[in-house]
């Protein structure tokens, strides 16, 4: 298969680092600070993303980085980077081979930051770049919801490799979704997925484990024989994603369940698997660009699980651009056979604004 030792070290990788976010999950201080856009960063996320990066500079050192935080804040914060470095160093995964193979720890809180320092790629068009989101849906982690680690090689501006670590998520693929899926997680059995695809071989899922990887399994999107019947997903945040023209659009399609409501990229996963069918994501300000960490890797996993992802417009995800989507407004994410016919929905209520 392509991209096989990227796609096994991605998912290593991703594993690893959910462990750390799950051990900050389930403290109550999370050693939150507040960036300059205001948007919550806790020590989850620079933990996770130290370890991420790490085990990419071990196997790929000429790979560019693209990865939303940065280590700037930490180094006029000694208490904050100590926290850190005490979960960093206490995370391993537990299959002795598997850890070896990412390279082993960390060797100091210096050589940490120095990681978490190596994703300002500008990203672009050209080359091998990785975008690296360590908690996509902070505020989702902050709040006992839904929350995912993020991680999708690019190469040339095309995602070929896309893996996202969900430790709230049920294993079974078959678990309906309800209203309230992402409200009010506990370390319950039978919680914790990976997903992954590479271009072209398809989508999985697999249980997520704190030593080698599970055995994963093929997903795919639901076919929708009655779009009136269809669960979609949006975000919890209102800030984020357009509650009010979503209720529209689905109203317009005849959609009668309530939105799941679901922080993090863990509603395109769940699109991919079949317990949902749509994500929508209409914008609430014309300016915001979407994040690439944001979208690469579900893009992916949807896409090759038999769906459709474009922007509100029909657009394709252009990853080109740099490190943001400024090409593209919003998403619109179904199974292909559908997709027109949700879009054209979404330019209705669009116009009638
Ligand atoms: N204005 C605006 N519009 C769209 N998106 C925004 C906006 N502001 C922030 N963000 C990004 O939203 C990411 C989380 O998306 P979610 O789908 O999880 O949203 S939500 O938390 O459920 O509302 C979140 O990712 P994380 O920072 O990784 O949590 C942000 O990158
Ligand atoms: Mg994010
Ligand atoms: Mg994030
Ligand atoms: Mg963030």
Redesign the pocket.
Known sequence: MPYAKELRIAQLAVQRATLLTKSVFHTTAKGTVSKEDH?PVTVGDFGAQALIISALRHHFPDDEIVA?EEAAELIANKPLSERIWSYVQATMLEDESAEQELGGPIQSEQEMLDAIDMGKSPGGAKGRIWAI?P??????FLRGGQYAVCLALMVDGDVKVGVLGCPNLPVDDSAPLDAHAGENQTDAEGKGVIFSAVLGEGATSGALSRGALSKEAPIHMKPIEDITQATFCE???S???SHSDQAAIAKLLGITKPSVR???QA?YGSIARGAGDLYL?L???AD?E??IW?HAAGDLIVREAGGEVTDVTGKRLDFTLGRTLKANKGVVAAPKAVHGKILEAVKQVLSSK
């Open positions: 948007s939303e989101d908690i996509d849906g902070t505020k989702g975000s919890v945040e800030g984020h994603s679901m922080d993090s509603k994501r914008p609430v300000r915001y979407e994040k944001d």
